[in-house]
């Protein structure tokens, strides 16, 4: 099993940054992949960003690409997005996922593990 703990949400104005945490544990996790994902009220779960957890491979949704980042701490076992220039639409609760693929999927379903969720907000 493998126990997903994010944190680092809150509230923020348009134009700031946030950057968010997971801390990942019970399993090596060389060879996983690791995703970001979030929900807005009412819409459907939708892809935000993924890497191998050893590096090398990332993916970014198009309305992230050049503002987010994913990275690796293997020291730390956790995986960050670092959010910048968030905008009003980034709201959302932001979910960790892994999955024991080492190619990273964008699609909820590729992945076998989730965290709780962290609720980020971004005033206008």
């Known amino acids: 099993q493998v126990q997903l703990v994010e944190s680092g949400g809150g509230l923020v104005q348009a134009g700031g940054s946030l950057r968010l945490s997971c801390a990942v544990s019970?399993?090596?996790?060389?060879?996983?992949?690791m995703g970001w994902f979030r929900q807005a009220p009412g819409k459907e779960r939708e892809f935000v960003a993924a890497?191998?957890?050893?590096?090398?491979?990332?993916y970014y949704a198009d309305f992230v690409k050049g503002r987010f980042t994913i990275s690796t701490d293997n020291a730390k076992n956790t995986v960050y997005l670092q959010m910048n220039s968030l905008k009003p639409e980034d709201t959302a609760v932001y979910y960790c996922?892994?999955?024991?693929?080492?190619?990273?999927?964008?699609?909820?379903?590729?992945?076998?593990?989730w965290g709780q969720g962290t609720q980020v907000t971004v005033s206008s």
């Open positions: 019970g399993r090596t996790l060389s060879r996983y992949a």
């Open positions: 996922a892994a999955d024991s693929r080492s190619l990273p999927g964008t699609l909820p379903h590729e992945y076998d593990y």
């Open positions: 890497s191998r957890w050893s590096g090398g491979i990332t």
